[in-house]
T-cell receptor, first 113, second 115 residues
Framework: AQSVTQLGSHVSVSEGALVLLRCNYSSSVPPYLFWYVQYPNQGLQLLLKYTTGATLVKGINGFEAEFKKSETSFHLTKPSAHMSDAAEYFCAVSGSGYNDMRFGAGTRLTVKP | NAGVTQTPKFRILKIGQSMTLQCTQDMNHNYMYWYRQDPGMGLKLIYYSVGAGITDKGEVPNGYNVSRSTTEDFPLRLELAAPSQTSVYFC??????????????FGAGTRLSVL
């Protein structure tokens, strides 16, 4: 079975600062990993995903995440935060089984001017 | 392109009332899902469907029912609403239920309060 832990329910950064949102996963099989973003009053939308191959994955809006198997981590980063990045971010893990996607509890990102 | 559409956006129910949350998608996806989102808890799967006429329970199905008469529609029924069902409900759909292809597309959600 898969599970995800997001460290920090709330992260606050200044505009222009580095964004780092942490995600650790547990999986008994090679995982597929996803980051979703939820803007206020909207549903979740896919930011990026890791399947196989290159461990550094680039997503939309300048975000990227690195898969580190030895650390069972898939942290999300962005070099320079923008006010429009304020949202809630969810990490998710899926195995190769049927309908086994699991979401983390979410991290709310606040960007200060 | 509408994607996944949920109605209503907001609803207040009294304890014991019933209601149906509507969900429709126009992407011809076979797989559809209902989640509830509680603060600090992430998303929990209530029910899912693999195609018209086929549904199955997720992690937290108690107090809910679903049906899937068409590929497009996947309504969620609450019978005898309870305060514990106060939550934000999301409907989602995907082309595949497995692994890397399990990219889910979400509706904007229904915010439900049971008082």
């Amino acid at each position: 079975a898969q599970s995800v832990t997001q460290l920090g329910s709330h992260v606050s950064v200044s505009e222009g600062a580095l964004v780092l949102l942490r995600c650790n996963y547990s999986s008994s099989v090679p995982p597929y990993l996803f980051w979703y973003v939820q803007y206020p009053n909207q549903g979740l939308q896919l930011l990026l995903k890791y399947t196989t191959g290159a461990t550094l994955v680039k997503g939309i809006n300048g975000f990227e995440a690195e898969f580190k198997k030895s650390e069972t981590s898939f942290h999300l980063t962005k070099p320079s935060a923008h006010m429009s990045d304020a949202a809630e971010y969810f990490c998710a893990v899926s195995g190769s089984g049927y309908n086994d996607m699991r979401f983390g509890a979410g991290t709310r990102l606040t960007v200060k001017p | 392109n509408a994607g996944v559409t949920q109605t209503p956006k907001f609803r207040i129910l009294k304890i014991g009332q019933s209601m149906t949350l509507q969900c429709t998608q126009d992407m011809n996806h076979n797989y559809m899902y209902w989640y509830r989102q509680d603060p600090g808890m992430g998303l929990k799967l209530i029910y899912y469907s693999v195609g018209a006429g086929i549904t199955d329970k997720g992690e937290v199905p108690n107090g809910y029912n679903v049906s899937r008469s068409t590929t497009e529609d996947f309504p969620l029924r609450l019978e005898l609403a309870a305060p514990s069902q106060t939550s934000v409900y999301f409907c989602a759909s995907s082309r595949s239920p497995t692994g890397a292809k399990n990219i889910q597309y979400f509706g904007a959600g229904t915010r439900l309060s049971v008082l």
